[in-house]
């Protein structure tokens, strides 16, 4: 259904990474959204209304919450499309992100108010009034939230939004806290326990959890979450893959919302390359990155001796050594000075993340004692990096 949806509505639909693309994607979920929640809401608050149950008509609103973020996630989609400016020459694609927290903070908000409102029916409870009818009404309605659920999922695969992929998961608690408020109201019929507003409460704080969970993930990657593994993977190997470059650190990735990521990197180049030669390699690379990845890069060359058997063997020794310590330890950016009385080896020491200034103090003392031992010539000069 979803796939035949989206070939009639969205033209190029094949072409995900085109803004336009996305923005049609992410409009057809938001209006597939307020159709889908607009529907439940009347059916469950018309239920809810005339079975006496809190539960349910917490879970009305619920949805009504539903569809303002479906409104919420299509205004977002289209402003983060905006073009750049002087106020934001990077363009304004974490707009989609910032809908996200605005989406989490109306799903809080709807949740604390169902609570207080379940709460009070604890304190002063009312017997709902049991109808098979409306329950297995109720019952169908779960149907039209596993398909929420199920083009959501697709659609924030295929476009990669991290506002759908949340709307999915909110389908799928949906999906969960109607079925405990269909229980509930059923059980709640042959029982004078006041059930119904204990599971409107429930509701409710599931539905304050879901909203958090969201507000959660969408600070994280506003502050700046670490580059998908995968992503990483790939421009290394594509820049590894090039002639003349023998080495990749200090891979840096900055995220301006979907389809808007920049990088920055270090390739290390032999110190007797033909620069121009080297340059044109760098440029290929990075034109290719950014026409296949999508990622707009900037390869910065650090020249390296190679084939000296002499510096190969110190280096090689030098990595078996920081390995030896912790094998998550690496260097890179390795040079070397030779002296009689004094060797200095330079070179950028990679730690994971984390590490306080006195840990890596202390990894920096053991490295120098240990060459010591090795040869009293031995003179580390070391530049600490955190590795994601």
């Known amino acids: 259904m979803i796939k035949f949806l989206i070939k009639r509505f969205v033209p190029d639909f094949l072409q995900v990474t085109k803004k336009e693309v996305r923005e049609r994607y992410g409009v057809l979920a938001g209006i597939l959204g307020i159709i889908c929640n607009i529907f439940l809401f009347l059916v469950k608050l018309i239920i809810g209304f005339l079975m006496n149950s809190i539960a349910i008509i917490s879970d009305a609103f619920n949805n009504l919450s539903d569809m303002g973020s479906s409104v919420v996630t299509i205004i977002g989609l289209k402003m983060s499309n905006m073009h750049a400016d002087k106020e934001h020459p990077f363009g304004h694609g974490r707009i989609e992100y910032i809908s996200s927290l605005i989406v989490s903070f109306i799903i809080m908000l709807v949740g604390f108010e169902l609570l207080k409102s379940s709460v009070g029916k604890i304190i002063n409870p ?25 083009y959501n999922r697709y659609i924030g695969k295929q476009i ?10 909110d389908s799928l608690n949906d999906v969960i806290s109607t079925g405990a408020v269909i229980i509930s109201a059923i059980i709640s019929g042959f029982v004078s326990f006041p059930i119904d507003a204990i599971a409107g409460s429930a509701v409710s704080v599931l539905v304050m959890y879901s909203g958090f969970s969201i507000a959660k993930e969408t600070i994280s990657i506003l502050l700046g979450n670490p580059p998908d593994p995968e992503l990483v993977a790939e421009i290394n190997e594509r820049i590894l893959s090039q002639n003349g470059i ?32 080297i340059h044109e390699i760098i440029d290929l690379a990075e034109k290719g990155i950014a026409r296949d990845l999508g990622v707009h890069i900037v390869i910065h060359m650090d020249p390296i001796t190679v084939n000296c058997e002499r510096t190969d063997a110190i280096k090689s020794m030098l990595v078996d050594l920081v390995k030896g310590i912790d094998a998550r ?7 070397m000075t030779d002296g009689e009385s004094n060797i200095n080896l330079i070179f950028d020491l990679e730690v994971p993340c984390g590490y306080s200034h006195q840990q890596k103090d202390e990894i920096v003392k053991t490295i120098r004692k240990k060459l010591s031992e090795l040869d009293t010539r031995y003179k580390a000069v070391i530049e600490v990096d955190d590795v994601f």
């Open 329 to 335: 330890y690496n260097i890179h950016d390795f040079r």
């Open 126 to 150: 009312e017997k709902p009034e049991l109808n098979l009818i409306l329950i297995i009404i109720l019952c169908l309605s779960v149907l039209v939230k596993v398909w929420m659920f199920s």
């Open 160 to 169: 990669n939004s991290g506002v759908i992929k949340a709307s999915a998961t």
């Open 246 to 277: 023998v080495g990749t650190h200090d891979l840096i990735v900055h995220d301006y919302g979907p389809g808007r990521v920049m990088a920055s990197v270090h390739a290390e180049v032999p110190d007797d390359i033909d620069i121009v030669k």
